[in-house]
């Protein structure tokens, strides 16, 4: 059961453009929200969150936008850069989960093309 | 200066043994986690441990047992490994808990390999 779902495993954007990511999310309790960005044998390295009472946090780059009604959130990159190409994770946290762990989704590998 | 630390970075062992993950936190954070990656690519929380309480994910085997000796360690012992053992394990930290709205840094991962 995924509760967070990240659809798109794949994503090819060129150079200069943007790069959207979406990310579902099922648990209605959930109300922090973060990307990650992955390298190979590497660690999840901490992007960008929201916290459920805004609908958009931008950092540079980096936007991301969040629509509780349709529980859903999207990650903005622009311009893409080719140093942007990694496995990007949504993650969600609910206040007093179980294990107070996040709930990750499965990754969608964008790929910077020149 | 590394934030949040893992030794070792890889980890080869015959089913049966039993092993260790150490971790190592500078942040000052107050809680830990082990989360592992499974072969679908999926992390999955395993532990949180703050102010010397654990909580565990159920599904967890209790084979797996972490260790804290201090605030900036939790080590994670794994008894009778199996085959389904193996996986990418990574160790994450933050100041608070994460039900609270705190971001999570992780380590760089252990890649654990049973035959």
């Known amino acids: 059961d995924q509760q967070v779902k990240q659809n798109s495993p794949s994503l090819r954007v060129q150079e200069g453009r943007i790069s959207i990511l979406n990310c579902d999310y099922t648990?209605?309790?959930?109300?922090?929200f973060l990307w990650y960005k992955k390298y190979p044998a590497e660690g999840p390295t901490f992007l960008i969150s929201?916290?459920?009472?805004?609908d958009k946090n931008e950092d540079g780059r980096f936007t991301v936008f969040l629509n509780k009604s349709a529980k859903h959130l999207s990650l903005h990159i622009v311009p893409s850069q080719p140093g942007d190409s990694a496995v990007y994770f949504c993650?969600?946290?609910?206040?007093?989960?179980?294990?107070?762990?996040?709930?990750f989704g499965k990754g969608t590998h964008l790929i910077i093309q020149p | 200066d590394t934030a949040v630390s893992q030794t070792p970075k890889y980890l080869v062992t015959q089913m049966g043994n039993d092993k260790s993950i150490k971790c190592e936190q500078n942040?000052?954070?107050?809680?830990m986690y082990w989360y592992k990656q499974d072969s679908k690519k999926f992390l999955k929380i395993m532990f949180s441990?703050?102010?010397?309480?654990?909580?565990i994910n159920e599904t967890v085997p209790n084979r797996f047992s972490p260790k804290s000796p201090d605030k900036a360690h939790l080590n994670l012992h794994i008894n009778s490994l199996e085959l389904g053992d193996s996986a990418v394990y990574f160790c994450?930290?933050?100041?608070?808990?994460?039900?609270?709205?705190?971001?999570?840094?992780f380590g760089p991962g252990t890649r654990l390999l049973v035959l």
């Open positions: 994450a930290s933050s100041q608070g808990l994460a039900g609270v709205g705190e971001t999570q840094y």
């Open positions: 648990n209605s309790m959930f109300d922090y």
């Open positions: 929201i916290s459920s009472i805004k």
């Open positions: 993650a969600a946290s609910e206040r007093g989960g179980g294990a107070d762990g996040l709930t």
């Open positions: 942040l000052g954070h107050d809680t």
């Open positions: 441990y703050n102010n010397k309480e654990l909580i």
